[in-house]
């Protein structure tokens, strides 16, 4: 092998294994960044399940609670039935009329099912409201996911309102 040989054959030896310990180091980096990323993942983790474990008291005693409190979902017309009473029952001693009640299909969620209805409601501003708070009280279970209120035209002191409300209730132990 000549001298200029011997040079080409050196060059490209040295190309040869710098490109290979570019793409090596290319590729150790990225492994190194995906490891980073996993024990940030994994130190993010154990955090929040330190701060659950933490809070396992808390939530046991909620738990405990709502299965005490919370009634349980028996056939749907007698859950209706109890529920319009409860709801007619209220707005009379707060002095709201209820011109318009409708039945609309129940929403579910696990382990739980509501009864649900739309409801025309009309009374003063005052009445209303504090029938509205009286409703949700949290050992009603009773929540209100859409709620339109507006002033009566023919009758400007009285507001009416227009809502979708529901009483939940727990799935029986199957």
């Known amino acids: 092998m000549t001298a200029s040989e011997q040079r080409l054959a050196l060059g490209l030896g040295a190309v040869v294994v710098l490109g290979g310990a570019f793409i090596g180091l290319t590729k150790l980096r990225v492994w190194k960044q995906t490891v980073d990323m ?3 993942e994994m130190e993010t983790r154990r955090i929040e399940a330190d701060d659950l474990m933490a809070q ?7 738990f ?41 299909e129940p929403s579910e969620r ?4 509501s009864s649900t209805f739309t409801i025309e ?8 409201n504090k029938w509205l708070h009286d409703l949700q009280k949290p050992d009603a279970y009773i929540s209100i996911p859409s709620l339109t209120m507006i002033p009566n035209e023919e009758d400007t002191s009285l507001v ?3 809502m979708n409300i529901q009483k939940w209730f727990r799935l029986p132990p199957s």
Do not use: C, Y
């Open 38 to 40: 996993r024990s940030i």
């Open 56 to 62: 396992k008291d808390f939530w046991n005693q909620r």
């Open 160 to 162: 009416i309102v227009t």
């Open 121 to 128: 409601a009309r009374a003063d501003w005052e009445s209303m």
């Open 64 to 104: 405990t609670w709502l299965t005490d409190k919370q009634p349980i979902f028996t056939r749907r017309g007698d859950v209706d039935r109890g529920f319009l009473e409860q709801l007619e029952a209220s707005a009379t001693s707060h002095g709201v009329t209820l011109p318009q009640i409708q039945p609309i």
């Open 110 to 113: 696990a382990g739980l099912v």
